[in-house]
């Protein structure tokens, strides 16, 4: 096992598995003549605006927000799933260590680079090669399978001060969790299966940590990138992927309750949350659902309120409307794991499939420590966008100020 730990790589960045790249869902985009951006596979286009933030409506303040695509819907287990598979798959190739895998290097960069169309045929995993075979199966676990604490993504953050540091995440969900949030209660299956199970694939992924999430937005980035750098489309854009803002995800939710429902005297949203004491199943769903079981809202976007809670980028501070910005804020701080907890929590929004209604109110928020997943917590993911303004003539008023000023003019 020690040398296992010195070879152990750490899925770099500037590697792609063949498993991530012949699965994930990136399909080509046709080259239309038009000003609109086209939005990366699976995003919305949200128009700037602005909204009220705040702990709740006696505490709020107004805020600008420019232009960004969200995730449609929250980031499902087949979706994570592939970021896993891609790390184990970087991981094996290392402990490999064969040229034959990786790519000459060239000019200064000495980074090692997987050539993953050698590894396209899956030849590794098929091999009956008996070195290679023992070096495969000397990351099974006792179970004859990869052991998931080998499963670590290593890439650079910057933090808000414009310095650089290098984050070292392992990326298997907390299983666990279903059973940890839920003590005396009878969630085994849930732990087995939730995650690996293709009955749970179009379901949010859970047990996922804020670091997790962030490293997980920062792999999809560099996925998206690899893809659009082999076609000529100027709109398709190269930006980077991050869990949306505090402020950003209150916009996107502030038209969050589809319709209601009517029955007898009561008013029944329709979406995934505890309705009462002891009433989970009530809403159609124990745990949580497909992302897409309920109608969307007014942005088109699935589940911001209820299903499962979500990950935001800000950190959590009780005087934030204090300390932020009225244009695009964020509260941004990379907390070291040995700083104190209250250092390391996280805002997250939205109630989740096992909370009371009040919580899917847009203005709630809770905290929760970056390193900790909960069953009830998920994530959907950011990129930045342009504003898209078409030529247009001048509105009315100003047309009608316009056509006065001539005539005071020629008088």
């Not at 590697?15 to 869902?25: D, H, I, M, T």
């Not at 560099?222 to 916009?251: F, H, S, V």
């Amino acid at each position: 096992m020690k040398h296992i730990k010195s070879y152990i790589a750490i899925a770099s960045v500037l590697l792609f598995s063949s498993c991530g790249v012949r699965n994930y869902s990136y399909k080509p985009t046709r080259n239309h003549q038009t000003s609109k951006i086209t939005p990366p596979v699976g995003m919305i286009y949200i128009p700037g605006g602005s909204v009220m933030i705040g702990r709740d409506s006696s505490d709020l303040r107004k805020v600008s927000l420019s232009p960004f695509f969200m995730d449609k819907t929250e980031i499902t287990n087949i979706q994570y799933r592939e970021f896993v598979n891609w790390v184990r798959d970087s991981v094996i190739v290392h402990l490999l260590n064969e040229k034959v895998f990786f790519k000459r290097s060239s000019g200064k960069d000495s980074t090692k680079k997987i050539d993953w169309v050698r590894l396209n045929t899956g030849i590794l995993w098929k091999s009956r090669n008996p070195r290679i075979r023992q070096k495969i199966e000397s990351l099974y676990n006792d179970e004859q399978k990869i052991d998931n604490h080998l499963l670590n993504y290593e890439f650079v953050i910057k933090t808000r001060d414009g310095k650089k540091s290098v984050a070292l995440i392992n990326v298997w969900p907390n299983e666990l969790s279903w059973i940890d949030d839920f003590p005396n209660s009878q969630n085994e299956l849930m732990a087995k299966s939730y995650f690996t199970n293709p009955i749970f694939d179009n379901h949010p992924v859970v047990g996922i940590s804020w670091k997790q999430a962030r490293a997980y937005a920062h792999w999809r980035s560099k996925m998206i990138n690899r893809y659009t750098n082999k076609i000529i489309n100027p709109q398709i854009l190269q930006l980077p992927i991050d869990l949306p803002t505090e402020a950003q995800w209150t916009y996107a939710s502030q038209l969050s309750l589809p319709q209601k429902k009517k029955k007898e005297d009561s008013d029944l949203y329709q979406l995934n949350f505890k309705q009462g004491e002891g009433t989970y199943s009530n809403d159609g769903s124990t745990y949580t659902s497909h992302v897409m079981a309920y109608a969307p809202n007014g942005f088109g976007l699935f589940n911001m309120a209820g299903n499962v809670s979500e990950w935001t980028l800000d950190a959590y501070s009780e005087s934030f409307k204090a300390l932020i910005h009225d244009l695009n804020p964020v509260i941004l701080y990379e907390a070291k794991d040995d700083e104190p907890l209250l250092m390391q929590r996280k805002v997250v929004k939205g109630g989740s499939w096992k909370d009371a209604a009040s919580m899917t109110d847009p203005l709630i928020r809770t905290a929760e420590t970056q390193n900790t997943g909960r069953s009830f917590i998920g994530f959907r993911c950011v990129m930045a966008a342009p504003d898209v303004i078409q030529a247009q003539q001048p509105p009315k008023h100003m047309a009608t100020l316009k056509n006065k000023s001539v005539k005071l003019a020629t008088n």
